[in-house]
């Protein structure tokens, strides 16, 4: 059986959490994966208060077990969201997009535990200065909003300057990889890719089938020219997004402007032609529609073989 | 040496920027410095000057940061 600070920390028998995924991670996803004994997470995106607090009661209304928000700090309707987690004394604030530091009073006189998303050594240190109980340590394999660095340098550099327990990110979707990230210095793993194949996932049939079908190679990065790179599958529209990203006779609100709603049509309508398709690196090893609880006890199944078997290379 | 020698040389030193380069009004786009690096340069300025800094939207220039440290020394 394994165990870490982090199932303690966060009252939780596996140490995982369900990525914070906007337009996908509901209140359904989050209470699947928090009764299947993981860290269900519902995301706050972009969506207005009376919204997160309906997914915060019915999160509650399916499941014992404690569970998150992810908060988006880009968002306008952070300062309103941010007010609500701390009135529902939800257990776990995750963060994403930004420093949360604004907050993280707020939510910690609130008796929240907070775990924002880092992409920085410093700013996994001002988030610990601050009071988060722990850190995750996102890669750039991730999908949705990414850093430069890659989960295999972020996790034991971060590892390295914090003293809370760290819960990798990034290209993590099966044992070998979890055991990978507790041989980085990880406490606990967060997935994305992984759950939102789920089926208690309600995102569009579309959306999966093209997580399903996704090949290794098959995600590209766009955004940069906007200063906010993203990981999508590649489709029509986010080849042309970035075909126009190096297009000076497009200005950068026509190229903002050409995103929005990208998400949504993708999530919601299943627009496979004009929809901006999230997804992480690790698709490509994702075959398979399963249970959140199914997807849980496998991964961590394969990672306790894994570990028990040591390393084969040691003689 | 005044808070803003002392700003430039930490800049210059973590970002290998040119001295000559920065002003009071440069914003951290102006030279060419992300939101994660800025959050590492506030860092590095606390260490420096043995101060903690709130980190603000407001402070989007060299000379933002300048008045926060006096400030908050």
Excluded at chain 1, 43 to 64: C, F, H, P, Y
Excluded at chain 1, 235 to 245: A, L, T
Aim: net charge negative; proline share 3%.
């Amino acid at each position: 059986m394994i165990k870490t600070p982090v199932c303690d920390l966060l009252d939780i028998r596996y140490p995982v959490l369900q990525g914070g995924m906007a337009w996908i991670a509901d209140a359904e996803l989050a209470a699947a994966v928090s009764n299947a004994g993981g860290l269900g997470i519902i995301s706050a995106m972009n969506a207005g208060g009376d919204w997160v607090r309906e997914q915060i009661r019915k999160a509650k209304s399916l499941t014992e077990k404690p569970f998150g928000v992810n908060i988006m700090l880009a968002s306008p309707h952070v300062e309103e969201v941010a007010q609500i987690v701390a009135e529902e004394k939800v257990a776990v604030v995750t963060t994403g997009a930004g420093n949360p530091s604004k907050y993280m009073k707020l939510w910690l006189d609130a008796g929240i535990k907070v775990v924002p998303v880092v992409a920085s050594t410093a700013m996994a240190k001002l988030v610990v200065r601050n009071g988060a109980s722990a850190v995750i340590a996102e890669g750039g394999e991730s999908g949705g909003h990414v850093g430069e660095l890659t989960t295999m340098v972020l996790v034991p550099q971060v590892c390295d300057v914090v003293d809370v327990p760290v819960i990798a990110a990034g290209g993590i979707a099966d044992g070998r990889g979890v055991a990978a990230a507790f041989y980085l210095g990880a406490a606990g793993v967060q997935m994305g890719t992984a759950f939102l194949v789920a089926k208690e996932c309600n995102v569009h049939q579309n959306y999966k089938d093209k997580v399903l079908k996704a090949k290794d190679i098959d995600t590209m990065t766009t955004g940069r020219r906007l200063g906010h790179p993203v990981r999508v599958l590649k489709n029509p529209f986010s080849r042309e997004y970035g075909q126009k990203e190096y297009d000076s006779s497009i200005s950068d609100a026509q190229l903002d402007q050409m995103g929005a709603g990208a998400l949504r049509r993708a999530a919601v309508e299943g627009d496979v032609q004009r929809g901006s398709f999230m997804c992480g690196q690790i698709a490509g090893m994702i075959h398979e529609e399963r249970s959140a609880a199914e997807i849980i006890t496998s991964i961590m199944t394969q990672t306790e073989q894994i570990l028990a078997g040591g390393c084969p290379w040691l003689k | 040496m005044s808070t803003l020698d002392k700003v430039v040389e930490i800049l210059v030193e973590a970002k290998d920027l040119e001295a000559d380069k920065i002003t009071e009004a440069s914003t951290w786009d102006d030279l060419g410095l992300d939101s994660l690096d800025t959050v590492e340069l506030v860092m590095n300025m606390e260490d420096a000057f043995g101060i903690s800094l709130e980190m603000t939207e407001d402070m989007k220039t060299v000379g933002d940061v300048v008045k926060a440290i006096d400030a908050a020394k």
